[in-house]
């Protein structure tokens, strides 16, 4: 088991920067592979980035591809998303996620945290 919780989500300016955390307990995060999902209102929750466990490759999703790097840190057992560039289409409620396969597909996980959220102002 391992329960994950994210933090650092808030409002911020079009253009702007944002950092998430997600923070691990139960399991350390180097036996997983870990991915951000997010979902916006009305909307299905979608992949945003995954990185494996050894944080040597990273896969992200185009729409936020070159603005958006997943990172972890295994000491701290801490997942990162940095985001920049923000856009207001990137307005959503954002999830990290803990699975054993490295993918984009949202059933692949199965540990998730309760989200955080991040609102972009235009």
């Known amino acids: 088991q391992v329960q994950l919780v994210e933090s650092g989500g808030g409002l911020v300016q079009a253009g702007g920067s944002l950092r998430l955390s997600c923070a691990a307990s139960?399991?350390?995060?180097?036996?997983?592979?870990m991915a951000w999902f997010r979902q916006a209102p009305g909307k299905e929750r979608e992949f945003v980035a995954a990185i494996t466990r050894s944080g040597g490759s990273t896969l992200n999703s185009d729409s936020v591809k070159g603005r958006f790097t997943a990172s972890t840190d295994n000491a701290k057992s801490t997942l990162y998303l940095q985001m920049s560039s923000l856009k207001p289409e990137d307005t959503a409620v954002y999830y990290c996620?803990?699975?054993?396969?490295?993918?984009?597909?949202?059933?692949?996980?199965?540990?998730w945290g309760q989200g955080t959220q991040v609102t972009v102002s235009s």
């Open positions: 996620a803990a699975g054993k396969y490295y993918s984009g597909v949202r059933y692949k996980y199965d540990y």
């Open positions: 139960g399991r350390t995060l180097s036996n997983y592979v």
